[in-house]
């Protein structure tokens, strides 16, 4: 029987024969640290209450705009 070692990054899981890959990985991933801005549609568009657009600063002080 043979043993086989694998590591995973513990952010997107991916999985890797090498450790030093698998930290790379984690070292890769940006976090988001606040919430710079949420724009929302008035009720009589949207009357889900959620936003429609969110901008986030992330770990490296990039600004990101999501829209769902």
């Known amino acids: 029987m043979k043993k086989i070692t694998r590591f995973a990054c513990e952010i997107c899981g991916t999985?890797?024969?090498d450790s030093g890959k698998a930290k790379n990985c984690e070292k890769s991933h940006k976090s988001p640290k606040e919430f710079v801005r949420?724009?929302?549609n008035p009720i009589g568009i949207d009357a889900s209450g959620y936003p429609q657009t969110?901008?986030?600063k992330m770990s490296d002080r990039e600004e990101l705009l999501y829209k769902r």
Do not use: G, K, Q
Request: contains cysteine.
């Open 38 to 40: 949420c724009r929302y």
């Open 54 to 56: 969110i901008t986030v």
């Open 15 to 17: 999985e890797f024969a």
